[in-house]
Nanobody, 120 residues
Framework: QVRLVESGGGLVQAGGSLRLSCAAS????????MGWYRRAPGKERESVAA???????NYADSVKGRFTISRDNAKNTVYLQMNSLKPEDTAVYYC??????????????WGQGTQVTVSS
């Protein structure tokens, strides 16, 4: 299984920056895609950004140009650099990892979530 531990959330003023980290540990054959999702109060969870093991990325339109996802495959860690934060970015951010076990079973794991609050 894959265990994901997130860090880096907090309170920041609008226009500020935060960097989220998510480290994966456990026993697995591979982690293919790592990503970040968020859930704002009263809203459904939405995808923010994702990155493949080869470095391909995709972003939600709402964060393009402001957020950057990166990954250190050697450390099984994914980062989300968030710049020019807006109050509407306030949410609980969740790390996600999709990969396969040593038995070639699909693994889809979630972190516990980290709160990001942007004040106006």
């Amino acid at each position: 299984q894959v265990r994901l531990v997130e860090s880096g959330g907090g309170l920041v003023q609008a226009g500020g920056s935060l960097r989220l980290s998510c480290a994966a540990s456990g026993s697995f054959r591979s982690i293919d895609v790592m990503g970040w999702y968020r859930r704002a109060p009263g809203k459904e969870r939405e995808s923010v950004a994702a990155i493949s093991s080869g470095g391909s990325t995709n972003y939600a339109d709402s964060v393009k140009g402001r957020f950057t996802i990166s990954r250190d495959n050697a450390k099984n860690t994914v980062y989300l650099q968030m710049n020019s934060l807006k109050p509407e970015d306030t949410a609980v951010y969740y790390c996600n990892a999709v990969g396969s076990s040593w038995y070639r079973e699909l693994l889809n794991s979630w972190g516990q979530g980290t709160q990001v609050t942007v004040s106006s």
